[in-house]
């Protein structure tokens, strides 16, 4: 396969680029242009490399449509972009961009060879490549061509999975008049398959809600492994996707929660102003089905948008219903988990709201004792039975006789346990024990015990989740 793509690439291993690139293999070529891996010798590092063959070169649109890729992947910061590294042109007058070498392989190849993916991953990366889209659609630039084989799945230098969107070669920028130009001159202008009703009717009459679009149908392929709109031929295709409503997620995939295929139908809306309106909307939906840590991925999409004036200042990030262990900086307690920004639910949070409403009843009544240094009441005598105190409760006086000072009466152990009052119910953790302290008893005085704060529970800080990836072989 490699010596059949030489003639077509019209390069050979062993050749050097530009003077500073030396070609290690060729990775792929077409019609109009060629990747190839190559080594740069000052830098001593592996990098890829793109650029037009020489018939290319007597299309301009096609010599418009990479200098648009290499201005876009520029303009987007994101770590989910292929950082392109140089641009210029060989001797032959044909343009080339210098990328990021990278190992894996793209999300149309996985899967092929792996098949449907588990939910809360293929929420994962959909997210990472809402990240690199919310910074394109900020600085006004629309993909138009989003599929799996434009999502390439790597791994950072810590081994964790991670996605890069590639191909911006017919992306639109509104500032670019020469944009406008050659979408102008364009019958097709994407894939089919991932395309919206309105990219179908005019290529140059779309905008981020087109993106959406393309989102949508991806999330849906990398669920069931299939695209949702099928067709034998191109016109019975166009006509599924103008007309046709789209299968519901769950006949292909019947475990998958309701709330997630409501979040594909509301992407497949074929009236744009009913879709999610921002990439950040979309992203807060899906979060709910993502790995908590997915959280950082809505944060920044969100933050993009808002400082772009895109999104609005009171978006939130609702919690993850996933099961994954709390992320860094939570706790874990006997009565449940904590994690900042990730309120508990249920009758976790019901039992710990009422080992306050102890806590503080006890402090509240400790005070009121200190400030009744006189004889205690009936109602003291009673408390303290109920807190450890072994002194006898004696009857409400009359009005008219004086009240008497009861005997001095010996007091418990702190380490005492309370009592009793109600049997736990099933399924719900009692409270537990509160520590009392307690003071001597003096001659004349009842001694009620103070409480002291509880002491919180601490535990381990837990271990980030680990990858849920797979191992890749080195392709581009």
């Not at 097709?188 to 140059?204: I, T």
């Not at 997630?260 to 992407?267: A, F």
């Not at 919690?319 to 992320?327: I, K, R």
């Not at 535990?459 to 581009?476: F, V």
């Given at each position: ?15 050097v ?12 070529a ?17 990098v ?10 007597a299309?301009?649109?096609t010599?418009?449509?990479?200098a ?9 910061k ?31 190849d ?22 690199a889209?919310?910074?394109?659609h ?28 590639l191909d ?19 019958s ?17 009459d ?51 929660p ?13 009236d ?15 979060f ?15 933050g ?14 609702p ?9 860094s ?11 900042p920004?990730i ?13 306050g ?14 400030m009744?240094?006189?004889a205690?009441s ?24 004086p ?55 601490t ?18």
């Open positions: 396969m490699e010596d059949e793509r030489k003639p077509a690439a019209g390069v050979n291993e062993g050749d680029l530009a003077g500073k690139y030396r070609i290690d293999k060729v990775l792929g077409g019609g109009m242009g060629v990747v190839v891996a190559a080594h740069h010798i000052q830098l001593d590092e592996k890829a490399i793109k650029f037009l063959l020489p018939q290319a070169l299309s301009k649109e010599v418009a449509r990479f648009r890729e290499a201005r876009a992947a520029v303009k987007i994101s770590e989910h972009v292929a950082r392109v590294s140089d641009v210029g042109t060989l001797e032959n007058g044909a343009p080339y961009m210098v990328m990021e070498y990278l190992h894996g392989s793209d999300l149309s996985w899967l092929k060879q792996r098949g449907a993916m588990p939910i809360d991953q293929a929420a994962e990366f959909v997210l990472q490549a809402c990240e889209i919310a910074e394109a900020a600085v006004g630039i629309v993909h138009r061509d989003l599929k799996p084989s434009n999502l390439f799945a790597t791994r950072r230098p810590d081994g964790s999975p991670t996605i890069k969107v911006f070669g017919i992306s639109k920028t509104g500032k670019d008049p020469s944009g406008m130009q050659m979408t102008a001159t364009s097709v202008m994407g894939s089919p398959l991932y395309m919206s009703p309105e990219q179908l009717q005019s290529s140059k779309v905008d981020a809600r087109s993106d959406i679009w393309s989102i949508g149908i991806i999330l849906h392929e990398l669920l069931t492994g299939d695209s949702p709109f099928q067709a034998e031929t191109m016109p019975q295709l166009v006509v599924g996707i103008m007309s046709s409503a789209p299968p519901p997620l769950r006949t292909k995939r019947p475990e998958a309701r709330g997630l295929e409501q979040v594909i139908l509301k992407c497949l809306d074929k744009r102003a009913n879709r999610f309106q921002t990439v950040g909307d979309l992203a807060v939906a899906l709910e089905f993502a790995p908590r840590r997915s959280k950082i991925s809505v944060e920044r999409i969100t993009v948008l808002r400082e772009a004036g895109l999104a609005s200042a009171s978006v939130a990030v919690p993850s219903s996933n099961s994954e262990g709390p992320p900086g939570g706790t874990k307690a006997s009565w449940g988990s904590t994690a920004g309120p508990m639910t249920g009758s976790k949070k019901t039992i710990f709201i009422g080992l409403v102890v806590v503080v009843a006890l402090l509240a009544a400790g005070v009121v004792v200190q009744r240094q006189s205690p009936p109602l003291d005598s009673a408390s303290s039975a109920t807190t450890g105190s072994i002194a006898t409760a004696e009857p409400a006086p009359s009005a008219a006789a009240r008497e000072v009861p005997e001095p009466q010996p007091v418990v152990s702190a380490a005492a346990p309370m009592p009793s009052v109600d049997a736990p119910k099933p399924g719900v953790l009692p409270n537990p024990p509160v520590a009392l302290a307690t003071t001597p008893a003096k001659p004349g005085k009842t001694v009620r015990p103070t409480p002291s704060a509880p002491r919180p529970s535990s381990a800080k837990p271990a980030q989740p680990e990858s849920t990836g797979n191992s890749w072989g080195g392709r581009l």
